[in-house]
């Protein structure tokens, strides 16, 4: 396993589940199916939606990205068409705040570390496709938890 460090977060690429956590992740993947499909696809986009209602409510600067993180590593964790759906959200996210930021309120904008938060939380959502993520996800995305954040908002 490599263990190439990200010099922004301290955080081990890819991310190994915290030892002796007892928790096992299979190898195996469900048979996908257009029904499957559609599941992941609904899952992923209210999760989402769950994860954004929860940012807001938590109104607490620089926490956005450990929300990017769980939403996308919640939605990686569902499949290939939840990992999919995550890139779309993402991305589509990310280009029109690009666009925002730059023609409508010409500001700087952190796009970039929004997009490492985002494609980290995918990486390690694929990478613990069985892990149940309310066990694990002070571990997954600590990272990107901003200091003094309140557990009762992880």
């Given at each position: 396993?490599?263990?190439?460090r990200n010099p922004k977060?301290?955080?081990?690429?890819?991310?190994?589940?915290?030892?002796?956590?007892?928790?096992?992740?299979?190898?195996?993947?469900?048979?996908?199916?257009?029904?499957?499909?559609?599941?992941?696809?609904?899952?992923?986009?209210?999760?989402?939606?769950?994860?954004?209602?929860?940012?807001r409510r938590a109104n607490?600067?620089?926490?956005?990205?450990?929300?990017?993180?769980?939403?996308?590593?919640?939605?990686?964790?569902?499949?290939?068409?939840?990992?999919?759906?995550?890139?779309?959200?993402?991305?589509?996210?990310?280009?029109?705040?690009?666009?925002?930021?730059?023609?409508?309120?010409?500001?700087?904008?952190?796009?970039?570390?929004?997009?490492?938060?985002?494609?980290?939380?995918?990486?390690?959502?694929?990478?613990?496709?069985?892990?149940?993520?309310?066990?694990?996800?002070?571990?997954?995305?600590?990272?990107?938890?901003?200091?003094?954040?309140?557990?009762?908002?992880?």
């Open positions: 396993m490599p263990t190439n977060h301290n955080l081990l690429y890819p991310v190994p589940l915290p030892p002796g956590s007892g928790l096992a992740v299979p190898v195996s993947f469900p048979t996908l199916t257009p029904d499957r499909g559609l599941y992941e696809a609904a899952v992923a986009t209210a999760s989402f939606l769950n994860n954004f209602r929860r940012m607490w600067v620089d926490a956005d990205k450990y929300y990017h993180c769980k939403a996308n590593a919640r939605s990686a964790q569902l499949g290939p068409h939840g990992r999919a759906v995550a890139k779309i959200i993402s991305e589509g996210r990310e280009i029109s705040d690009r666009f925002k930021y730059k023609y409508i309120r010409k500001e700087k904008n952190d796009a970039e570390l929004d997009q490492e938060a985002n494609h980290f939380g995918r990486q390690a959502g694929s990478l613990y496709p069985r892990a149940d993520l309310s066990a694990v996800r002070g571990e997954l995305c600590a990272g990107f938890r901003p200091p003094n954040f309140p557990k009762r908002l992880w």
